[in-house]
């Protein structure tokens, strides 16, 4: 594990490039005019949840880094009382609809490398939330990573 705080940076700054770098390229290979039923419902449900985990949270304690905020509580009602990273879900969800307009096997190639990365920064995450707060262990056997009775 990184001890040092500029390694816990350089990781949680590394996590959310890669993060981004492949929704931008998920967006770009992606066209509207190629929607379809399936890829808008994905893209509407991710939207969905995604706000839905925002406003669950207190004001001002959304970070989109894996660290944790100093004053942070431990969020687990709304989505939190399912799903341990409901937004990395939305994410997912977001990005699968972009994958599916139009499908290629390019974008469910990029879509799986951002699994790969939220999965990986979920890990990361778990680590610091555990260390920060005690009740997080229990959290953590009660709910799911990012689907509920699935993952």
């Known amino acids: 594990m990184i001890r040092s705080s500029r390694g816990r940076t ?9 993060q981004f770098i492949l929704l931008g390229l998920l967006l770009w290979q992606s066209r509207p005019t190629a929607l379809n039923w399936p890829a808008l419902v994905f893209i509407v449900a991710g939207a969905v949840l ?3 985990a ?6 001002g304690h959304f970070n989109v880094r894996p660290d944790i905020k100093p004053g942070a509580a431990m969020v687990s009602h709304a989505p939190y009382a399912l799903i341990r ?20 096997l390019a974008k469910l190639c990029l879509w799986l490398l ?7 920064k979920s890990v990361y995450e778990e680590s ?3 260390a920060h707060f005690p009740g997080y262990t229990d959290y953590r056997q009660r709910t799911w990573r990012f689907i509920p009775y699935l993952f």
Do not use: D
Request: charged share 5%; with cysteine; aromatic share 10%.
């Open 10 to 18: 350089a990781l949680s700054w590394s996590l959310v490039l890669l």
């Open 54 to 59: 925002i406003r669950a949270m207190r004001p």
């Open 114 to 120: 951002l699994l790969l990365v939220l999965v990986s």
């Open 128 to 130: 610091l939330l555990q």
């Open 50 to 52: 995604g706000v839905w």
């Open 85 to 104: 990273h409901p937004m990395y879900s939305a994410v997912l969800l977001f990005c699968a609809g972009l994958a599916l307009a139009p499908f290629s």
